[in-house]
């Protein structure tokens, strides 16, 4: 009998459902086939926060019915993605005694885990990861996986990853309203790094920049493990909102310009190249390329500067091999990554 799993991104511009079949190939290997996706233009929903409940429940129930039909079957659980600017990260350790006779147990990692998890938090605040970076194992450093080691203690560095209370509980209410139970909430950008890096890029060091449309998400990995992650409260709908306000445009013509007409970094650009932009009050207006790229660069300069403030707070600017990797919606403008 065929299992099935489910997924929900909730995100400030649009929200997006999916539905996947799991199975195991002849090796016994994991796979998924993608049943159903639907999405939504997303509403009641501000830098990753509840903001209206009714609008934000109508808008996730309109993408998980489209995927639904989609995929002919009906969705009970589903994980979901979570951000905003509420996400607080911290590096925590955790200490479990061993039995030397059974050596290391899953119970003793568990035990570890809720020593590194059991720390003093705001009424306000909650965990949603805890995720082990390094386990420590009699003091040897740096075991991968210390399931079955002979050991007599085991420690375990872990990234704890909290969030508001309160925008929790909304989102929650939201994904209930429509009878879809929560299986696990997941940070976006941890969830991002999945999809978009390799192994080898965790080992040599690399981040994940997952530019969102209210927020950016950040992943550093260092000797394949999670060393840090954070939300900043920008991300690529600021530049559509620049743009619209520097044109005198609405919303959505000025996310058109952006992905039809931004193409380099204003330096880069000639101060006579011009543009023709059919989607301004129906006629043709023609627009210096240079002062689009402005527009846009000044945002994303913020933005990127954000990021290597990042990067510095953990000692990681202009230290990581596997340099970054832009994912999310975000990054399809043209020129992003000069």
């Known amino acids: 009998m065929e299992e099935f799993i489910s997924a929900i991104d909730i995100g400030t511009t649009k929200i997006c459902a999916l539905i996947a079949g799991v199975t195991h190939d002849s090796l016994g290997n994991l796979a998924l086939r993608v049943l159903g996706e639907g999405t939504s233009v997303s509403q009641g929903i501000r830098r990753g926060v509840v903001v209206n409940v009714s609008e934000a429940i109508a808008c996730i129930g309109e993408a998980v019915n489209k995927c639904e039909t989609d995929a002919g079957q009906h969705m009970t659980s589903a994980y979901v993605g979570i951000a905003g600017s509420h996400i607080n990260t911290l590096n925590s350790k955790g200490v479990s005694p061993v039995d030397a006779r059974q050596g290391v147990t899953s119970a003793d990692m568990q035990r570890a885990l809720e020593g590194a998890r059991a720390i003093a938090l705001p009424q306000s605040k909650e965990v949603i990861h805890t995720i082990a970076r390094e386990w420590i194992v009699d003091g040897q450093n740096n075991v991968q996986q210390p399931l079955g080691m002979s050991a007599f203690r085991l420690e375990v560095d872990a990234h704890i990853v909290t969030g508001s209370s309160t925008a929790i509980s909304n989102i929650t209410q939201c994904v209930r309203a429509h009878d879809v139970e929560i299986d696990e909430l997941v940070l976006e950008p941890l969830a991002a790094n999945e999809a978009v890096l390799r192994p080898e890029e965790r080992r040599m060091g690399v981040a994940v920049v997952d530019i969102g449309g209210g927020t950016t998400g950040i992943a550093i990995y260092d000797e394949g493990d999670v060393l840090y992650s954070s939300i900043l409260p920008v991300g690529a709908g600021h530049i559509t909102n620049d743009l619209a306000i520097g044109l005198r445009t609405s919303i959505d013509i000025a996310e058109k310009i952006k992905l ?79």
């Open 260 to 338: 039809k007409y931004i193409k380099a970094p204003a330096g880069k650009l000639s101060a006579t190249e011009k543009v023709r932009i059919e989607e301004l009050e129906g006629e043709d207006v023609v627009v210096p390329r240079k002062e689009l790229a402005k527009i846009v660069g000044a945002r994303l300069e913020e933005i990127m500067h954000m990021v290597q403030k990042e990067l510095t707070k953990v000692g990681k600017a202009g230290m990581l091999p596997g340099g970054i990797v832009l994912t999310g919606g975000g990054a399809k403008m043209s020129g992003i990554d000069v």
